[in-house]
């Protein structure tokens, strides 16, 4: 049984891993405007390296945040409409490890380059080296709890034609402790301050957020979609 469901697990991360091979374009979608959105803000604000060292975690993590909305929608969306999200729901199978599988590939495809993209705008906005570790970790982590919360949004929405902004409503009150632990992380780090402690919050919230968000969108598309 173990093995059987680990399988089915696999077998939807390694689909929807191809999926985004394929969909290259919308798969680097969200990347680019992260380097964007970022890029453009010390144009707006100060480009003095103390007033953009204060704010850089914050900025780097709110655009993350924006990176991440821009493609969770699409998590079940093109299963829904090609039919193959109903065949999924009739099937005899756990809800609960496709539905991992695919928040997984979401996030090894969107939240991870974010990730490993970070540190470099961070040395645009003058953060310290000591602060990159801390920074790829704090969105390492913070980026899976981003897709799970997403993801549920995008289960409630997925039966609408337009549900972006409904989506971004609901999750939006979701993801504020996230945002401010993750932030809180990378700041700790900039300040020269011990970071292990807000991360380990994080660590606690993605823990909930892994048990909890799996079982809530499996029940929600066999709610929303079979009726």
């Known amino acids: 049984m173990v093995t059987k469901t680990r399988s089915i697990f696999f077998t939807y991360l390694r689909r929807d891993l191809l999926i985004s091979y394929r969909r290259r374009g919308e798969t680097i979608g969200p990347a680019i405007f992260f380097v964007m959105a970022t890029t453009l803000v010390p144009l707006a604000l100060s480009p003095e390296a103390e007033s953009l060292r204060g704010i850089a975690a914050g900025i780097i993590w709110v655009m993350a945040l924006f990176a991440t909305l821009l493609s969770v929608e699409n998590v ?102 996230i945002i401010i632990f993750g932030s809180a992380t990378a700041q700790y780090g900039i300040d020269g301050f011990t970071w292990t402690g807000p991360l380990a919050i994080l660590g606690v919230l993605f823990a909930v957020v892994m048990v909890l968000c799996p079982l809530a969108i499996a029940g929600i598309l066999r709610l929303t979609t079979i009726t």
Do not use: R
């Open 76 to 177: 079940f969306a093109s299963d829904f409409k090609d039919g193959s999200l109903e065949q999924l729901l009739i099937g005899p199978n756990l809800l609960v490890m496709p539905v991992l599988g695919k928040v997984m590939a979401h996030w090894l495809t969107t939240g991870v380059p974010l990730a490993i993209i970070s540190p470099i705008l961070g040395l645009m906005l003058s953060l310290p080296s000591e602060a990159f570790i801390p920074l790829v970790a704090s969105l390492a982590l913070g980026t899976a709890s981003l897709s799970l919360i997403g993801a549920l949004g995008a289960a409630l929405t997925v039966s609408l034609q337009k549900g972006g902004l409904l989506l971004t409503l609901i999750v939006m009150p979701l993801y504020i402790p």
